[in-house]
């Protein structure tokens, strides 16, 4: 069965500290996602990558970076954390022909 | 600017109703139309898609009605069952930035047994 795993489920971390959410799929996809959920927003678009070192940012970068050093793990990094940035991290993957699979998500509680 | 607009918020439905949501967008760089479906504590899920070059798909209880002129495209739900209640996206991909895809800002449906 195929896959896009995040590490953690639930985090809770404090304010100013640096935080690693990790994503791997283990199916051999190009383009890599990260979304924040938001309740009343949907989903939008932080950053993405199409290739191995390759990124871009999304519709909400600020504050973010990512990193892709291999195909199948794309690592988003939030510099400095604020409790605005308390929200459900979603990582999903692609082949770029259609269909996203999606991660079961991070929920990010910053205090 | 918002690009895809998602209505209604939320919805309650009796059991073996019909669910209706729909999606309204303004980029016409949109090249796939898909609808997601999420239950609690899981992401989003693929559950029927449609190419700008057909009209309507059906998928079991699960249709894509697609108004290309309009640029509107609606979701229905037959016979809705309990087991449909989740939250539903409309979520277009951009065919011109990197696949991205677009998300309605969800519809939670309720279906009452």
């Known amino acids: 069965d195929v896959k896009v795993t995040q590490s953690s489920r639930y985090l809770v971390k404090r304010t100013g500290e640096k935080v690693f959410l990790e994503c791997v799929q283990d199916?051999?996809?190009?383009?890599m996602f990260w979304y924040r959920q938001d309740p009343g927003l949907g989903l939008r678009l932080i950053y993405f990558?199409?290739?191995?070192?390759?990124?871009e940012k999304g519709d909400i970068p600020e504050g973010y970076s990512v990193s892709r050093e291999k195909k199948e793990r794309f690592s988003l990094i939030l510099e400095s954390a604020s409790t605005n940035q308390t929200s459900m991290y979603l990582c999903?993957?692609?082949?770029?022909?259609?269909?996203?699979?999606f991660g079961s998500g991070t929920r990010l509680t910053v205090v | 600017q918002q690009q895809v607009k998602q209505s209604p918020q939320s919805l309650i439905v009796q059991k073996g109703g019909i669910s209706i949501i729909n999606c309204a967008y303004e980029?016409?760089?949109?090249?796939?139309f898909p609808w997601y479906q999420q239950f609690p504590g899981k992401g989003p899920a693929l559950l029927i898609a449609i190419r700008p070059d057909v009209s309507e798909k059906k998928e079991g209880r699960f249709t894509i009605s697609f108004n290309k002129s309009a640029k509107q495209f609606s979701l229905h739900i037959m016979d809705s069952q309990p087991g449909d209640s989740a939250t539903y996206f409309c979520?277009?991909?951009?065919?011109?930035?990197?696949?991205?895809?677009?998300f309605g800002a969800g519809t939670i449906l309720r279906v009452k047994s």
């Open positions: 199916m051999d996809h190009e383009n």
């Open positions: 979520a277009p991909k951009d065919g011109e930035y990197g696949n991205k895809l677009v």
């Open positions: 980029n016409t760089a949109f090249d796939y």
């Open positions: 990558s199409y290739d191995v070192k390759m990124k």
């Open positions: 999903a993957s692609t082949t770029g022909n259609y269909g996203y699979t």
